[in-house]
């Protein structure tokens, strides 16, 4: 992934929600990184990059690759290609374990300093939380009951403090559309629109106290 490709976040969890072929390869690849088949990975991973920070849809344990090399104890070159390719080392699993968590637990201490996060842009734990609940709350807003119908997992903020773009891009299914957001310092922009209304588009700045609307009807 480039320096300014937007990331993805994989919030959707039902598997109804994608087509069979979407379903069919990203078993695939979670097959693939469970057994430990790291060619077979990064074979899959080159056809879809944007597969790198997800797991089995549907899955309980909410492990991506990255997750798989620390449980298996892999080779450091291994989490380097990963880390390389986009994959997000603060990135939590149902269990609320990055990576690292898992690599120490096993065990597995070769992997524990490239797998430790490198935070980028810095924020505090209790600004980045009070942006989170706000945004999350918009996502309600403007999704509404999509998101409990689909049972949509929403963006966890801290993951894009160690990206070099820190922005993402997150869909939502039957909403035709959904919300790119990009951290500015201490402040969170987010750009949501569903592509079959006209003039739904809306941007909002979130800061700790809150969410305001700063512009709409671009898309």
């Known amino acids: ?10 919030g959707v ?3 109804s929600s994608y087509s069979d072929w979407v379903i069919e390869g990203r078993d695939k690849l979670a097959d693939a990184a469970r057994d430990g088949d790291w060619p077979r ?3 899959l991973l080159k056809a879809h990059p944007d597969w790198i920070n997800s797991g089995r849809v549907g899955g309980s344990s909410r492990y991506a ?3 798989q090399v620390a449980w298996h104890g892999a080779d450091a070159d291994i989490a380097h290609q990963l880390v390389a390719g986009g994959a997000w080392r603060m ?11 898992i690599a120490d637990r096993m065990g597995h201490h070769h992997l524990l300093v490239p797998l ?13 939380r009070s942006i989170q609940r706000h945004f999350h709350t918009l996502i309600h807003d403007r999704a509404g009951d999509l998101i409990t119908d689909q049972q949509l997992r929403l963006p966890e903020l801290e993951t894009l403090t160690e990206q070099r773009n820190p922005a993402c891009w997150f869909a939502v299914p039957g909403m035709y559309g959904g919300f790119s957001y990009r951290l500015e310092r201490t402040e969170l922009t987010v750009e949501s629109w569903c592509r079959i209304v006209g003039g739904s ?18 898309v």
Do not use: C, K, N
Request: hydrophobic share 40%.
């Open 13 to 15: 969890t039902l598997r």
């Open 91 to 101: 990135l939590r699993t149902a269990q609320g374990e990055q990576a690292v968590d």
């Open 65 to 67: 690759p990255l997750h």
């Open 201 to 218: 588009g809306q941007r909002h700045v979130i800061d700790e106290h809150g969410a305001r609307l700063v512009a709409e009807g671009f």
């Open 1 to 10: 992934m480039g320096q300014d490709e937007v990331s993805t976040w994989d």
């Open 116 to 128: 430790t996060p490198v935070i980028r842009h810095q924020l505090p734990v209790e600004t980045m």
């Open 41 to 43: 990975v990064f074979d």
